[in-house]
T-cell receptor, first 113, second 111 residues
Framework: DAGVIQSPRHEVTEMGQEVTLRCKPI?????LFWYRQTMMRGLELLIY????????DSGMPEDRFSAKMPNASFSTLKIQPSEPRDSAVYFC???????????FGQGTRLTVV | GNSVTQMEGPVTLSEEAFLTINCTYT??????LFWYVQYPGEGLQLLLK?????DKGSNKGFEATYRKETTSFHLEKGSVQVSDSAVYFC??????????FGTGTRLQVFP
């Protein structure tokens, strides 16, 4: 397996634009997590899914953020409209079960200007 | 609630020095414990893990022992290298909850 795949690796967008980040988890994994990492706030869990169903979205900062998992092999994190304070590295991770190793993607570095 | 506390960084060491990064946890139940490492420009990757009390996880010269009595999982390495420079995250996981990370500790090793 190629691991967790995120796209794009880098995204630069203007304030107010819609941004969509994509994630393909490892085949067979039943949990998918979206994290945001900044220098100021560290690693924050935004939302996670189990079998494509959102379980906990309490970390989603605002209504501007939304996440979907239409099937077991694909998830998106959308920010609309984007703001400069959304600039961060966004990671996707997947696991098989809850007490097991999480596999992280390479991340998407988002810059909103 | 469930949480992980790890020492603030950065930790700055000379090559071949001994490393300890402290990690303590609070959990309702008996968690699995993990150390993840993040090299510059990359995602987190598992370094080692322990699933029950007194287990010792080890990998690449790093070790950590699951201490239930002190609720700790300190990371150690006897002789660090420049290539160990990275951010290290302690984490726990329960059957009923998501993976919970500490704030991360940056390690800088100088030749």
């Amino acid at each position: 397996d190629a691991g967790v795949i995120q796209s794009p690796r880098h995204e630069v967008t203007e304030m107010g634009q819609e941004v969509t980040l994509r994630c393909k988890p490892i085949s067979g994994h039943d949990y998918l997590f979206w994290y945001r990492q900044t220098m100021m706030r560290g690693l924050e869990l935004l939302i996670y899914f189990n079998n494509n169903v959102p379980i906990d979205d309490s970390g989603m900062p605002e209504d501007r953020f939304s996440a979907k998992m239409p099937n077991a092999s694909f998830s998106t994190l959308k920010i609309q409209p984007s703001e400069p304070r959304d600039s961060a590295v966004y990671f996707c991770a997947s696991t098989f079960g809850l007490r097991t190793e999480a596999f992280f993607g390479q991340g998407t570095r988002l810059t909103v200007v | 609630g469930n949480s992980v506390t790890q020492m603030e960084g950065p930790v700055t060491l000379s090559e071949e020095a001994f490393l300890t990064i402290n990690c303590t946890y609070t959990a309702t139940g008996y968690p699995s414990l993990f150390w993840y490492v993040q090299y510059p420009g990359e995602g987190l990757q598992l370094l080692l893990k322990a699933t029950k009390a007194d287990d010792k996880g080890s990998n690449k010269g790093f070790e950590a022992t699951y201490r239930k009595e002190t609720t700790s999982f300190h990371l150690e390495k006897g002789s660090v290298q420049v290539s160990d420079s990275a951010v290290y995250f302690c984490a726990l996981s329960l059957n009923t909850d998501k993976l919970i990370f500490g704030t991360g500790t940056r390690l800088q090793v100088f030749p």
